[in-house]
């Protein structure tokens, strides 16, 4: 009875999960133990209890063939029990994706696997609990590798020690390695010296200031190592342990009781003035207000009346990076002496926080000075977006190209996976640049471009048509244009808020109808964000793209790096189009010029033979003894005449100067 019950207790470790108990199942049934017989001599017995394992036994068995087979019909009727089959389906699930790689590696990983090691039963044990766990989720896959690294190390570890011999030396190099985590044969089977100790100091009495290093473990000290070496070195430098703690040594700072208590008053002795801030933030408050060029009175006084032109947007932000904190407001406050005795910072703090709510009015200005200029920065942004989802939506001359594209593909594509296809991700067009033809200096989209020009020149207007609002598009982005109109959008819901929580007549009459615009603005710019988001969900099912990982920056980018190739293309074949025109230019204007020098020649000899008294129509070379004969219409050239000479056996020499200036007479 004890022995069916640990048996089904261990092919039943997870009742909910048919790929746990799967391996076991098919371990106990139709492997090496073959129950199902066993189970059929136990049904003899009398044993109630027995029948009653037997019976749950047969019940989860029919359940999970159940389940094994439900399981193959979602599988598209894979065998799930066949290596073959389930290899062959997850080979063409991978084969054409980025994962080949991945799985390549994997397949390499197990081939190294050496199934006669003593680890092997191990590492197949491990590999299975892992695949498992990545399916069910990546932190679990983590959390046990982790540990069964751990479970590892303590097995070898537990293993090694057990043998019945002593272990000798290479034994020990090998269970100091699995305990690394290293391989036994790996690159370095130098063992760890697990006696090695740091080097012994005494406590200093005090506290001392650390030095931060990246400290080596023990367990990666090797005896071959440097650190093996200087740890049992002896110190041929002594250290001075006294002046290292008089120099390294926490300095105790007493708490000074009595500047803790309550802020005091720092009064200059150089003069009466009174100063309640610290030097550094007084200095760097009088700085600023000196841009003014007013006195305290008149800039509070510009503050009271909301007149934020007249102070500006750039002073208006560092009137309010410079309001004084708490802390300060409350040490002015309870200033109880003279107050023209008090600083110019420390005056103008005074006279500023007698206004009634100074940071509201001053927080409301700079809004109602810089709001169209940030609200139009994102209506002209969002202009752009939507403009380009409109134009790329309805573009003629686009689409004649992507149809020359998409032919032009299937037919290079014909007969492979790739052909047939009826459409293609935008992201590929940028890939007809990479294509390159059998003329290294030509492309795809050179050849396409070119055909393009030469049979519609209309057709790639689209190019420069979209540029500008493409380069334009890619300075910013959906999610940033979103978040600046909700900054401005909170700004304003915020200072209502405080407007409404604190009212107040002059606050109310200087900024109520600034924020009832701001309202009716916000709620025109909200619209068309709405009306972008609908444009961004038609562009993408428009092009077939998937909604759900469609990012509209992306698009944008593929069509501005496709339209700027297609204008390097234009430029490139302009180029070798005037290049090929300047060859055939320079080729003629050769042939005219070779055909002058012919010409020019022959006239030229022929008033030297007149000169010397040679018959027209006969040549005679100077310095021999005959003339070439009569010339006739079709012998006038002298190329002919000297080969017709050297053909009779005449040698041909060329003539001094002398014989030049004065030719041989002619005997004859």
Request: aromatic fraction near 6%; charged fraction near 25%; include cysteine.
């Amino acid at each position: 009875m004890t022995l069916p019950t640990l048996c089904f207790a261990i092919v039943h470790p997870d009742p909910n999960s048919w790929s746990n108990r799967g391996p076991h199942v098919n371990s106990f049934c139709r492997a090496a133990l073959n129950i199902l017989d066993v189970i059929g001599c136990l049904r003899l017995s009398k044993d109630a209890d027995l029948k009653v394992q037997l019976d749950v036994f047969e019940e989860e068995l029919a359940a999970d063939t159940d389940a094994m087979r439900d399981a193959a019909k979602d599988a598209n009727a894979i065998n799930l029990n066949s290596h073959h089959d389930l290899f062959k389906t997850i080979y063409s699930k991978v084969n054409d994706s980025s994962l080949g790689l991945s799985f390549l590696s994997i397949l390499y990983n197990l081939y190294q696997i050496d199934p006669n090691s003593s680890h092997s039963e191990s590492t197949w044990i491990l590999i299975e609990r892992l695949t498992q766990k990545a399916v069910e989720g990546a932190v679990e896959a983590n959390r046990l590798m982790e540990e069964a690294k751990m479970q590892k190390r303590y097995v070898d570890v537990s293993v090694q020690t057990q043998e019945s011999s002593p272990p000798s030396s290479g034994s020990s190099i090998k269970r100091r390695s699995l305990v690394r985590g290293r391989r036994p044969g790996s690159v370095s089977e130098t063992s760890v010296d697990p006696t090695v100790s740091p080097i012994v100091t005494p406590d200093p009495n005090c506290r001392m200031k650390h030095f931060t290093w990246n400290k080596v473990p023990a367990l990666q000290v090797q005896k071959t190592s440097i650190w093996d070496e200087v740890n049992k070195m002896d110190d041929s430098i002594p250290v001075e342990y006294d002046r290292l703690k008089e120099l390294f040594a926490h300095k105790v700072i007493q708490p000074q009781e009595s500047k803790a208590e309550e802020p005091t008053l720092k009064i200059r002795a150089s003069s009466s003035e009174i100063s309640l801030l610290d030097p550094k933030r007084s200095m760097n408050v009088n700085i600023y207000l000196k841009q003014f060029r007013k006195n305290n009175a008149a800039i509070v006084d510009m503050v009271r009346k909301g007149e934020a032109r007249n102070i500006g947007v750039e002073k208006l932000k560092g009137l309010i990076k410079i309001l004084p904190p708490s802390d300060e407001i409350e040490l002015i406050q309870s200033f109880d002496g003279d107050p023209e005795k008090l600083g110019n910072a420390e005056k103008f703090f005074l006279k500023l926080m007698s206004v009634p709510q100074y940071k509201l009015r001053l927080e409301l200005m700079l809004l109602r000075s810089d709001f169209q200029s940030q609200l139009s920065n994102v209506r002209s942004n969002l202009a752009v977006l939507t403009s380009l989802c409109r134009r790329l939506q309805d573009n003629k001359g686009l689409k004649k190209f992507l149809r020359l594209v998409l032919h032009a593909g299937n037919y290079i594509n014909k007969g492979s996976s790739s052909g047939a296809a009826v459409g293609f991700r935008v992201s590929s067009l940028n890939k007809l640049a990479l294509t390159k033809s059998n003329d290294p200096s030509l492309s795809l989209l050179h050849v396409l471009v070119e055909e393009a020009s030469a049979n519609d020149k209309d057709c790639l207007e689209f190019a420069d048509n979209l540029l500008d609002d493409l380069h334009k598009a890619s300075r910013f982005s959906v999610e940033q244009v979103k978040t600046e109109f909700n900054q401005i959008k909170n700004t304003v819901k915020k200072l209502q808020s405080q407007m409404s929580s604190n009212p107040d007549a002059e606050i109310t009459a200087q900024f109520g109808d600034f924020l009832e615009e701001a309202d009716g603005d916000l709620i025109d710019v909200e619209e068309v964000l709405d009306r972008l988001q609908n444009q961004t969900t038609k562009l993408a099912q428009h092009y077939c793209e998937n909604i759900n990982s469609f990012h509209l920056e992306e698009f944008f980018g593929a069509f501005r790096e496709f339209c700027d190739r297609i204008k390097v293309c234009q430029q490139e074949i302009q180029s070798k189009k005037l290049q090929a025109e300047k060859a055939e230019q320079r080729k003629k204007a050769h042939e005219e010029m070779l055909e002058k020098r012919r010409g020019s020649t022959s006239v030229n000899q022929h008033q030297k033979e007149q000169q010397r008294g040679v018959p027209a129509g006969a040549f005679k070379l100077p310095g021999l003894g005959g003339s070439l004969g009569p010339a006739g219409p079709g012998d006038s050239k002298i190329v002919d005449n000297l080969v017709n000479e050297i053909r009779r056996g005449n040698v041909l020499r060329r003539l001094s100067v002398r014989r030049k200036m004065n030719p041989v007479p002619d005997m004859n």
